[in-house]
């Protein structure tokens, strides 16, 4: 298992797993957490929305102000989806399939923005989120914070 450490480089604990006759990890009489597929990459989409605006010769029109607001605009509508339904549970068990490929959209406009408008801002994603992952790390250590939601001004020491 990769682990954001706290020099923000990703380290590899799963050597830590015991490893059990098939192969399977001991961690697989766990409930399963839902995992991403490895690709795209953030890279990935980079490349790939350059390709698509390249084509169109949309970069006159990507600069950051608007990429932050077409971002926004797309956090908007994922909003909708979610508005007036009260709390929704992990997985979203009562929506349609049709309601979650359109969260899938959505969420994927969001990120396909996001990453545009941090390639325009010339912020090297991937590190940065491992950088701030290992601020938040230092911010909120574990042993001080388990189980409360407090933001890191509301401790005393
Ligand atoms: N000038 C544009 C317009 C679109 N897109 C790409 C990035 C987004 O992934 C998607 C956004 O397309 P729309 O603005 O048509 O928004 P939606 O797909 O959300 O459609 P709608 O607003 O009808 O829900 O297309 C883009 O890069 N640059």
Known sequence: MLHASSNGNIEDTSKS????????????SQPQRFTFSPQPTIEDIRR???????????????????LLLAMVGE??????????RGEVAEGLPDWTE???EQ????LSDVLIYLVELAEKCRVDLPQAVLRKMAL????YPASK???SAKKYTEYKD
């Open 48 to 66: 790939l929305q350059a390709e698509f605006t390249d084509e169109r010769d949309w970069n006159q029109f990507h600069q950051p102000r608007n």
């Open 103 to 106: 969260l899938a959209h959505e």
């Open 98 to 100: 049709s309601e979650r």
């Open 145 to 147: 914070v388990h189980g």
């Open 136 to 139: 938040n790390r230092m911010k």
């Open 17 to 28: 797993h015991s490893v059990v006759g098939n192969g399977a990890t001991a961690e697989a």
């Open 75 to 84: 956090v908007g509508e994922v909003s909708e989806l979610f508005q007036w």
